[in-house]
């Protein structure tokens, strides 16, 4: 294990240290035709796109020469019927041309789309598959933005930067053959400052590289500023912080517009200096080549040919700089999405299947110790025993580590030393799914997702029926608020279920755990942010989907656990005391202090 470990550790510190492209091209491998098809697209369409100078030339050529010329010299001595081969070649060209460039759009914008799309589905699988850790340390607005952002920076470049570094490419290789097939003396001069404007290309791509990668991280942190200040919208107006957040976004928004200001002062640059060197060359060709045809050393035609072609040589070149500038962020996108991909999974699936139909509910704490990263143990050495089918309680001064020990049994952490069985067989071992499957959580925190209430009962078995819907909802005491509300079942909760009351949420929390119908049921403070009424409705509902299901429930209102079989106290990480309601009131302890707090006794 240790070596596969390191064996995984070392192949991702590799993949990290190639270069942002090789690792786009590795991902993309499944596309390689498709990429094939779009680079011979490209080039076929730039191979027809040079041809009209050519022409032009020969045009020329025929009207200076006529029954001289080029195509008379093919054998056509009239000069209508040279002009008609012309004609026909024009069309041909153009055609080809245009069908080689709806080819290569198409191509490249799908294949953009294809990756933009593989890559999102992936970043979002193998971040579901990430322990809670990873999502505690980072900040949601970053994760999106390298979601959405930075993928979509990605898409951007594929869709047409892609094609322009090909073309160019493709133009310097034909332009320059031709240029020493027609004029070897003067094509040196025009060809003169290509390695310039490419060694530029290359120096500015090392300058920028760094400046984008600050911007992508800027508006990593804008996009985190913004996700919290709008996921937190209520506090902020109940606290007439309003003008405090817009200083504090128009920070990060200032220093994101700064990063980006030294991006684009050094790609703003590219241009005008890529120009300057592009003179040099233009002049050279139309000085020293214009001489040579004067001194009838170069035939007019070509003449009229090479100062067409060194225009569609150079002047594309100074596109490199937008091309460059697309190339850099789409590197420093691609960087921050593989990156996310080639994080490791710290919490692996088991490889034995635990049916949920065979599941008892037996749930056994042996020995476990467990700390958060760079705290101090939550539980030291702690055990319990939880029999399938009763119902036991877990109680204790907040941070005591209740809410751990259900976070440890659903692997969202993972024990550092002992361990944890269910119907005795080791969680580690068991496939991830099946064991959460077998497990049902209501929590005080409850989420529920942008949609209607049918919808989010239904998240507790994903091909419920309408009746079966209906039917949680009832034992869940929820049945006649929804039927009081706008659309009644199909009413839209609103996002995080801001729409209704924390009592409703719970409820519908409660439907959605009795719809899946776990053998084992965790209740985690399910009661503790509700009025008096509610808690009496929920507490009925509760009294009858735990029967002969084995049910854990964590509370700090002693009075909605005093009917459990077992009653457990912890303190700092530690079971201090155990018992019925009943026993634990005799021993005159913790547990006694609680009750005669929340009772009123003293």
């Known amino acids: 294990m240790v070596k596969a470990s390191a064996s995984h550790g070392s192949s991702r ?45 020969i045009a020329v050529d025929v009207v200076v020469k006529q029954h001289d010329s080029i195509i008379a ?71 999106m933005s390298i979601l959405s952002d930075d993928i979509n920076q990605l ?55 760094p400046r984008y990668a600050d911007v992508r991280e800027k508006v990593s942190l804008l996009n985190s500023r913004l996700a919290n200040n709008l996921g937190g919208i209520t506090t902020i107006k109940s606290f007439t912080s309003e003008d405090y957040e817009a200083s504090r976004l128009a920070e990060e928004s200032e220093a994101y517009r700064r990063s980006n200001a030294k991006a684009i002062k050094l790609s703003a640059a590219f241009v005008p200096l890529i120009r300057m060197l592009i003179l040099v060359g233009f002049t050279a060709l139309l000085l020293y080549g214009g001489i040579a045809a004067v001194n009838h050393t170069m035939s007019v035609g070509t003449y009229t040919v090479l100062v067409f072609l060194i ?23 691609t960087n921050r999405v593989m990156d996310l991909l080639d994080t490791p999974i710290a919490i692996h699936t088991g490889d034995r299947p635990l049916p949920i139909e065979t599941v008892r509910g037996e749930v056994h704490f042996k020995n476990v110790t467990f700390a958060y990263k760079d705290r101090h143990p ?108 706008p659309q009644k079942y199909e009413t839209i909760v609103g996002e995080r279920g801001q729409k209704l009351s924390g009592g409703q949420r719970q409820r519908i929390a409660i439907a959605r755990a009795v719809l899946k119908n776990p053998p084992i049921l965790i209740l985690d403070e399910a009661t ?24 854990v429930a964590i509370a700090h209102r002693l009075s909605t656990i005093r009917n459990a079989d077992c009653i457990y106290v912890m303190e700092y990480g530690k079971l201090v005391e155990s018992g019925t309601h009943e026993e634990l009131l005799a021993k005159n302890g913790i547990y006694t202090s609680l009750w005669r707090v929340q009772s009123g006794l003293r």
């Open 528 to 551: 503790s942010a509700v009025d008096n009424e509610t808690e009496a409705a929920i507490q009925r509902s509760l009294e009858r989907i735990t029967v002969d299901r084995t049910t």
């Open 13 to 57: 510190r590799q993949s990290r240290s190639l270069h942002p492209l090789k690792r786009l091209l590795d991902y993309g491998y499944q596309y390689r035709n498709q990429i094939w098809q779009a680079t011979a697209c490209s080039i076929a369409n730039k191979i027809f796109d040079l041809a009209p100078p050519l022409l032009i030339g």
């Open 155 to 209: 898409e951007r470049f594929l869709d047409g930067g892609a094609n322009d570094i090909l073309q160019v490419l493709t133009t310097v290789v034909i332009i320059g053959g031709v240029f020493f097939i027609l004029a070897p003396s003067v094509a040196w001069m025009a060809m003169l400052p290509i390695p310039f404007i490419l060694w530029a290309s290359f120096a500015y791509q090392d300058l920028l590289a």
């Open 311 to 333: 225009q569609r040589l150079l002047w594309p070149l100074t596109r490199l700089g937008d091309t460059f500038d697309q190339y850099q962020r789409a590197m420093a996108s």
């Open 378 to 485: 939550v539980t030291k050495n702690l055990s319990l025993h939880i029999p399938a089918g009763k119902t036991i309680a877990i109680v204790g001064s907040t941070g005591s580590g209740k809410s751990t020990l259900v976070k440890l049994l659903l692997r969202l952490y993972e024990v550092q030393s002992g361990t944890i069985t269910v119907d005795g067989i080791d969680i580690q071992k068991l496939q991830l799914r099946d064991l959460r499957q077998c497990i049902g959580l209501v929590s005080q925190d409850v989420f529920l997702f942008h949609g209607t209430v049918a919808e989010n009962i239904a998240y507790g078995k994903l091909d419920a029926s309408d009746q079966e819907i209906t039917k949680a909802a009832k034992i869940a005491e929820a049945h006649d608020f929804i039927m009081r509300l």
């Open 73 to 143: 010299q093919w054998g056509v001595k009239d000069v209508f019927q040279q002009f008609l081969i012309l004609s026909f070649l024009t069309v041909v060209i153009w055609i080809l041309e245009s069908v080689f460039e709806y080819a290569f759009a198409r191509l490249w914008r799908n294949l953009g789309q294809n990756i933009q799309h593989d890559l999102r589905l992936d970043a979002y699988k193998h971040l579901q598959e990430l322990e809670l850790e990873y999502f505690e340390e980072r900040s949601t607005g970053g994760l």
